[in-house]
């Protein structure tokens, strides 16, 4: 079993980056796939970015795309997202999650969960 603790959220301005952590619990973080995802006021948790176990894959939701970035440090049991341009657009909680098998922009599909940390974004 794999435990989440995200960090690093916080208020910046529009065009501020920002690099959320996530850090796991247990021997596995390795077999697993990482994700991040947000869930902004009144809408529905979505998908924001995804990486493979090796860390060799990753997947971008199309309004992230080119700003941000995923990695991992299995040696740490570790995931970042780098968070660059950012827009007021990105408000959100962020919220980290696993899943074992192959990388998913599902959220159903991820069975493991930090407790979110919280994005603004000013204008």
């Known amino acids: 079993q794999v435990e989440l603790v995200e960090s690093g959220g916080g208020l910046v301005q529009a065009g501020d980056s920002l690099r959320l952590s996530c850090a796991a619990s247990?021997?596995?973080?390795?077999?697993?796939?990482m994700g991040w995802f947000r869930r902004a006021p009144g809408l529905e948790r979505e998908f924001v970015a995804a990486v493979s176990w090796g860390g060799a894959s990753t997947y971008y939701a199309d309004s992230v795309k080119g700003r941000f970035t995923i990695s991992r440090d299995n040696a740490e049991n570790t995931v970042f997202l780098q968070m660059n341009s950012l827009k007021p657009e990105d408000t959100a909680v962020y919220y980290c999650?696993?899943?074992?098998?192959?990388?998913?922009?599902?959220?159903?599909?991820?069975?493991?969960w930090g407790q979110g940390t919280q994005v603004t974004v000013s204008s």
């Open positions: 999650a696993a899943k074992l098998g192959a990388p998913s922009s599902w959220v159903r599909e991820y069975n493991l």
């Open positions: 247990g021997r596995t973080f390795s077999s697993y796939v």
